[in-house]
């Protein structure tokens, strides 16, 4: 007998959250003051919550126990010091500069290295990454490989960079008006898609020969070397630790999200290799964010940070933590749900151009099948097309190629269950998708607009 060899969660569980059921009428009820945006119901009136996988994690009895040792100084808290001896040791990177989350590092770090006019390449945009690097007068310049933009392509490694693309655009302008290309691991808007370090490397060794700096976003990075292990040639045997390390190796700083691989509620950091450029950041971060060893977190957030930063390069927390997710695919593939191939890391890519074909892209898919799915079940996800790409600093609307609705799934949450659950819920909507009409979007907020703004049925 062939007998399988299922993956399971490494931990059990001590303590639980009820979560509230609602009714048909109250869903629809909520959706409608919601302005048919999902970032705008109340999160009680949510049933299974995939909006996000940041702030959102489950953290561990080891996480907890951490915050009951902060230590509340206002300056140079020992968790600070723990947090950047961690930070050396995982990821080899020199210099700390504590954040409150993610958007706090990418605004101190746009606000150093850019200059009016700089074109910033990256793999793919990210919705604060971009914005930060636009507001600092910077032009984001998408350099990632074609197929990354086609739902439906195989490529094992989605996130990777076209050299091509780069070499054009240091022809074009210059080495000296690219002040660092923004590379980040598990590129969410193309559906969680991994780089791998085969072209990482490369893509290294060309910056280097140009004096052109490379700085990560790792906010996945530990998913994005699962991957590696499992997909890249000679790295099978290789522990994500380790493949970690390498990654940052190429590299020459980063900014972190804590909230997400990290399983913290709130935290993130940037972190450099160049004194100088640490110098200034820790000038910076006094102004926006706090001192410089706590920079906007407290010292019971440092702590559960060092050590959830410690348990994400686990390889069975990753084993389970992307299992989960390879499950929620295969059953939305059964029901023959068109979804982002390959599945990525973080959560489940519903193609809704594919989904609802007879919608134009300004009658908002994904919005539309967002706000279907939360009236069908109170499952909420998140839109990522048309609205989350937002408008150019002309005015006009970005339309990306991909348009898409992420079922994110929170780390060591959610069960097995909750995943057939979210499958059949989507299914029952894709039985009746012919019958769903578009939106109008009624209210548009001047940045970020998909957070707030407010939608119609047409
Ligand atoms: O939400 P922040 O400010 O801690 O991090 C910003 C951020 C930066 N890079 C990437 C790749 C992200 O995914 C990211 C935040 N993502 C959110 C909130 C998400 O729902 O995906």
Same mark, same amino acid.
């Given at each position: 007998? @062939? ?32 302005? *048919? ?6 999160? #009680?009136?949510? *049933? ?7 702030? $959102?994690?489950?953290?561990?009895? =080891? ?8 230590? #509340? ?10 947090? =950047? ?7 080899? *990177? ?20 850019? &200059? ?6 990256? @793999? ?29 392509? =195989? ?8 050299? @091509? ?20 691991? $598990? ?12 072209? %990482? ?6 910056? /280097? ?23 890249? &040639? ?9 493949? !970690? ?82 499950? %929620? ?24 151009? /594919? ?25 909420? $996800? ?9 408008? &150019? ?5 970005? *339309? ?28 029952? !909507?894709? #039985? ?27």
């Amino acid at each position: 007998m @062939n007998i399988k060899k299922s993956w399971a969660e490494p931990y059990k569980i001590k303590m639980v959250e009820l979560i509230k059921m609602t009714t048909p009428a109250q869903r629809k009820k909520a959706m409608k003051d919601a302005g *048919y945006n999902t970032f705008l119901l109340k999160s #009680e009136d949510v *049933y299974i919550d995939l909006l996000t996988d940041s702030g $959102t994690n489950a953290m561990s009895d =080891e996480q907890w126990a951490g915050m009951m040792r902060g230590d #509340e100084a206002y300056a140079g808290s020992k968790n600070f010091y723990h947090l =950047e001896r961690v930070i050396q040791e995982v990821y080899g *990177y020199k210099y700390l500069v504590p954040t409150h989350q993610g958007r706090g590092a990418e605004n101190i770090l746009s606000q150093i290295m850019i &200059k009016k006019g700089d074109i910033v390449p990256g @793999n793919m945009y990210f919705t604060t990454t971009r914005l930060h690097q636009e507001l600092a007068g910077g032009i984001f310049a998408d350099v990632i490989i074609d197929e990354a933009h086609n739902s439906e392509s =195989e490529h094992p490694f989605k996130g990777d960079i076209d050299l @091509n693309k780069v070499e054009a655009l240091i022809k074009k302008h210059g080495a000296k008006k690219i002040p660092y290309i923004c590379v980040a691991t $598990t590129v969410n808007m193309a559906g969680g898609q991994p780089i791998s370090l085969k072209n %990482l490397k490369e893509l290294r060794k060309l910056t /280097k020969q140009h004096g052109i700096k490379i700085m990560l976003d790792m906010t996945r990075i530990a998913e994005n070397a699962y991957f590696i292990q499992q997909n890249e &040639k000679g790295y099978a045997e290789v522990p994500i630790v380790k493949i !970690v390390r390498e990654i940052c190796n190429q590299t020459d700083g980063a900014t972190m999200s804590g909230k997400k691989d990290a399983c913290v509620n709130i935290g993130g950091f940037l972190a450099l290799n160049d004194w100088d450029t640490f110098e200034e950041a820790r000038n910076l971060i006094v102004v926006y964010e706090g001192l410089h060893t706590y920079g906007g977190m407290a010292g019971r957030d440092m702590e559960a940070l060092a050590i959830g930063l410690l348990e994400s390069v686990d390889d069975h927390h990753m084993n389970a933590r992307v299992g989960q997710v390879h499950y %929620l695919g295969q059953q939305m593939m059964q029901y023959n749900i068109p979804i982002v191939q390959p599945i990525g890391g973080h959560g489940i890519f519903v193609d809704a151009k /594919k989904f609802l074909p007879h919608l134009t892209q300004d009658q908002f898919p994904a919005q539309t099948l967002a706000a279907e799915v939360y009236l069908d079940s109170g499952i909420r $996800t998140m839109e990522r097309g048309i609205v989350s790409a937002g408008r &150019k600093a002309n005015g006009e609307n970005y *339309y990306p190629k991909l348009e898409l609705v992420r079922f994110t799934l929170p780390r060591r949450v959610y069960t097995q269950a909750h995943m057939d659950v979210i499958a059949e819920s989507t299914a029952r !909507v894709f #039985e009746k998708r012919n019958k769903i009409k578009g939106m109008k979007m009624i209210y548009e907020p001047k940045y970020l607009r998909f957070f707030q703004a407010r939608f119609e049925k047409l």
